[in-house]
């Protein structure tokens, strides 16, 4: 089965699988050394004593009188110990599908659901870059510090711009006028 996996806590997940398998077979049968023909003894089979009749005539016995004698060699086709050859070719295909889509579907559900916490994850890493970028950008900037247009990292505080704190009394200055007086 195709198995994938999903997250540090390894969730793991079967599908469904389709194999195509082709294949090729050579086979060859032969006889090594192959003759067209062979020969087999035939042998003496003649029963003619060893026992007797009624009469006391000779009789055969059942075994043979000359045992082992060959009357001649007997000539065999071979025609079965031919070399034969064959060629075969096929595919087969095989769908394996799980049995239990209850638990095929609880695994997809948690799969889901650690794709969906690792993308969060990811946007929270972005979001603390940015923040942590804002915060440099900033302190620099409020210190006088400023990076040049030529600068190739001019780009990361370029967005930054320093305003003023809510609710911040600026330094401000006061003129005081002598205002004429009766009391003199």
């Known amino acids: ?79 079965t110990n031919k070399d034969a050859y064959s060629l075969n070719s096929g595919v087969t295909l095989s769908f394996i599908i799980p049995l239990d889509k209850r638990f095929q579907n609880a695994c997809l559900r948690a799969a889901n659901k650690q794709i969906e916490l690792q993308n969060q994850k990811l946007l929270n890493l972005e979001m603390d870059w940015h923040i942590a970028r804002y915060k440099n950008c900033a302190e620099l900037l409020s210190k006088g510090y400023r990076l040049k247009k030529s600068s190739p990292y001019y780009s990361i505080c370029k967005d930054v711009e320093i305003i003023e704190k809510p609710n911040q009394v600026l330094p401000h200055t006061h003129k005081i006028i002598p205002s004429s007086s009766s009391s003199q």
């Open 1 to 79: 089965m195709t198995t994938n996996s999903y997250g540090p806590q390894q969730i793991q997940c079967q599908g469904a699988t389709m194999a195509l398998q082709p294949y090729t077979q050579f086979g060859v049968n032969y006889m090594k050394p192959f003759n067209h023909s062979y020969e087999t003894p035939v042998y003496d089979p003649t029963d003619l004593v060893g026992d007797f009749d009624d009469e006391g005539n000779a009789i055969g016995d059942g075994v043979p009188d000359n045992p082992g004698d060959i009357l001649y060699m007997q000539r065999n086709y071979s025609g």
